[in-house]
């Protein structure tokens, strides 16, 4: 992820947890070791411990799905 990261122009991640072959809360801190890039975590699990728990991991924001797409805008 670090590298994609250094060799992209990215300016803000939009982060979904549910991925099928590695832990969104994984790709976070890998994110996080690398580049301090805006991340928003969008996810489906909305309890409040989660969203903190993602908030110390370094994430800048914390969106619960279902969602508008006029929230992202």
Do not use: W
Not at 6 to 19: A, G, K, T
Not at 24 to 29: F, P, V
Not at 46 to 72: C, H, S
């Amino acid at each position: 992820m670090c590298q994609i990261i250094r060799h992209q122009n990215i300016d803000l991640i939009l982060l979904d947890l549910m991925l099928p072959y590695k832990s969104g809360d994984q790709l976070l801190k890998e994110i996080r070791s690398c580049s301090d890039l805006p991340v928003i975590v969008i996810s489906a699990r909305g309890t409040t411990q989660n969203k903190i728990d993602l908030l110390r991991l370094g994430a800048d924001d914390y969106i619960t799905k279902p969602f508008d797409p006029v929230i992202i805008i």
